[in-house]
């Protein structure tokens, strides 16, 4: 039940079919045989809208600022963008400059002088003051006199020249009053003026509600007329010289730059009949040539010639299908300075598309989408199945076809349920052979029709390769492998394995991938090898499900599994090993289709989720799914090849995916690095509150290079970005404040701030550095100087006066005190001199008693230790060792018993006399308390202390003490210790100690070391 199970579900993967991206249709490319569309048509947009902060949904307008911020126009006030946030500026209701005139905002145009950004709106002309961070509002006073309140279009022409467009009305900009001139317009009170251009031949071409008009600037009575009773929307002047014009009922009109309006004004005939019915709102021809046409049914994308031929695709959305749009209806579209396409909409806010993400050309190379079956013959021609049959794709792109099936004709193409599966080209006898759901077929590209064989009969064909010799190699869906003669196709052998994914031959071997493991056939002897075998060790057990085969450039074997990634099979003269490459990779938790090494050894593997680039130098691995041209929702197992050029194709439910990977490449734009707030003691600060409060910043932080922060502003935060709009969350970001931060301090997308407290009065300088998509550090280093204010009592002159007071106050203290220790002084030095010598006494009679034993008049403990220590420190510099010597008088209490503690203590004053005249001077002794005797020998080993221990033990044995009953003999025992490097003295002391003790103990009268 288990493999009934797993073998279910790899089927459903292997027949998967993702959803569609977007509704497409050409325009005349239907006939067409080469692969390459024009234009380039995206695969990707990324959306934004109210749930990411946009002030409202309808998008009218795009433009980007000077500084590198987007901006755009909505029914709800204008925006202004940074990648993460946005800034609104809605109607300013009571005239305080914080925001345009009007609540709808129709037109934005950059002033390049000064960059500040002009903004028609419903409710009057605004001008936003770049340098300030406020609005100024203007009067429009038509010829009539009466004001014009809806302002629809502001516009610069190509000399410079600024134009307003109104409700009934024509205004041209007078720079050195800061005003405008209304122009007389023969138009309905109720009409629009929409859009603006100047032809070079100094015809102003105005478009409106009521047609398109033709005003000789020099005289504007005379005037030409086109399109009358048509709105149009839009001008657009193209690079190619013509302009052309968006209307809302008849599509899109084209004109010669220069010409008279009346005398080439042509319809554009060649695009779709849908796009012309549905209204066209703009036109935008971006750098690569390609023209956007935002239209109310969607968006078209066209390319025109240079004999003015125009084709195009149509990108839809509909309710019923997948789709790259977020809404049917376009506005507008923009192309900002890193070359990332904005495109308006008039109910889902704006999306943006990068073409230079778009890396891998993907597409569906016949009507019907997937591809099934794969094979390239040694032309660099590429074979693929389709629905309708086999196709055959030149080197150059062209592509012939479809060869049917038998049983298929020209009108009826549907396959009747057979599905190719899988394709190879015998390259010696120039036949394709086609293994499908119902058996096997072969194809002589001569031949009009594939050819049913006989053998492998509504056998469902999995895989098939050929081998060196010619022979068929066959894989079926839970019916085994088979071997077949190349020629007579008879079953040379067969073996009873689960479903084959995938075959690779190597010269004498052949190994298969099965959802049971990987096999090994020895063609010599036939015999079969389980490497999924649980009896073999775990490092030489295969994967479970293994759908992919091939052999790198180092000799390894590479293995696609089925959710676990890819394995490296090693091959010895003693076993097959296998590893998982990169296991705690999100790519080991993915289904491999195909592997394919480039030649600077990277790995490229298609997935159930795109595609992997795995760097084998650096160890990283790179994911491309939509974004980036490939197909988010997979590609099928074994459909995967490379061409001799170094193209890689991969194939799917969608189609084929083609790259070099050589030409893909970081992206190499450099974005600006902007701050985009200043929060003070957690309050956000802006320029207009300035003068209210008392604020940091005389320019809008955004273009502000220094930053004063006052002394209670013990708090603050500059958040920054790079704006590189591409994808925003990639970007990362480092920041270091010269004279504060010793190194550069690491941040991402998820924390773009720096945030400092409490500094100290100064000067500093903040840099702020930026990345791009890729991780490309880019040049254009954000710099801030922080000013950091001292309290009032601690400004320049406060400091001044506090110096000046201190010195004052410092002289006469200095005068006061020189008179009166002159007048002390005599009696003060005598007093103290009185002292001093008097302390010196009782300090040395106090160190006397504390180091000398009163009764032996020799050292005591704390006195020998005082001098042992010193001794130690000499030992360590010079290394010359010393000696201890423990010396114990043997049956002391029997003196003390027998003869007194008077008689004792004789003994105790004559064996120390005794031990002082055997030692040398500097040599040092003490009693170390009791009857118990300790002597530091000076740089004496071992060998020499042991000498003068001897000497002692006999010395002290025949010495005899008087007292007064008669005389006393005593005897010692003596231990012997050498001080050792890394030694501490309590250490030798004790060590010296328990010789002592094991002299005692083994007889007493004689020396231990």
Known sequence: MRNKLRKYALDNYLSMLMALAFSVYSIGLQAATN???????PTYFRHVSVQQGLSQVTVADILQDKSGFMWFATQNGINRFDGYEFIQYKRDKLFEGVGPIGDYAYKLALDDETSDIWVATSGGLSRYLY???RFKHYDLIGAD???RYIVTTVVFDRSGQ???????GLFRYQKSSDSFSPIKLDISASAWVLDIALDKSGELLVATTEGLFGIDISDPTRVNYALIGEQVNDIELLDSGDFWFATTGKGVYRKKDGDTLNASLFPIKSLSEALIKSGVNSIKQIKNQDIWISANAGLTIVHSDQNGRVTGIDLTNKSNEGSLLSAAHMTRTYESQAGLIWQGTWTSGFSVYDPESQQIGSYAAVPGGWIRGLARDNQDNVWFGAPNGIWKRHKDGTRVGPWLFPFQTRKNQAAKQRYIRTLAFDNNKKQLWAGTTSGLYRLIPSSSVLEKTNVLVDTNIFVLDLDHQGDLWIGTFNQGLYWLDGDSLEVKGHWAVATVTHIFMSEDTVYAGTIEGL?????????LV??????????????????WISKANNGDFLLGTQGSGIYRMRVDMTALTFEALYPNSHLATLSIGGIQEDESGNLWASTTEGLAKIETSQQTISYYNKRNGAFSEGYYINHSLQLSDGEIIFAGPKGMSSLFPDHINLSSFRPVVAATKLLVLNKPISVSSQNKRGMPLTKPIHISDTITLGPKDNVFSIEFSALDYSAPENNLYQFKLEGFDGDWIDSDANHRVATYTNLDPGNYQLNIKGSNKDGIWSDKVKTLEIIVLPPWYWNTWTKILWALLTIGLFSAFYRWRIWSLKAHSQELSMLVKQRTLELEAINAKLMELSTRDELSQLKNRRGFSLLAESELQKFKRTEKPFSILMVDIDHFKDVNDEYGHAAGDKVLV????????LIRKQDHIARWGGEEFIILAVETPLDAAVILAQKIRKNIKDNVIAIKSGQIKVTVTIGVSEIQP????EQCINRADKHLYRGKESGRNRVCY
């Open 145 to 147: 006199g009466e004001r």
């Open 910 to 917: 004559g064996t120390a006399e005794k031990m002082k005249g």
């Open 35 to 41: 692969l390459q569309l024009k234009p380039n048509i």
């Open 162 to 168: 600024m134009w307003v467009g109104t409700r009934h």
């Open 131 to 133: 340098q300030q961070d």
């Open 982 to 985: 890394h030694q501490s003295l």
């Open 530 to 547: 389980n490497l999924n075998d649980e009896n073999r060790p775990i490092e030489q057990r295969s994967p479970r499900v293994v759908t």
């Open 519 to 527: 096999i090994l056939i020895d063609k010599r002897s036939r015999a």
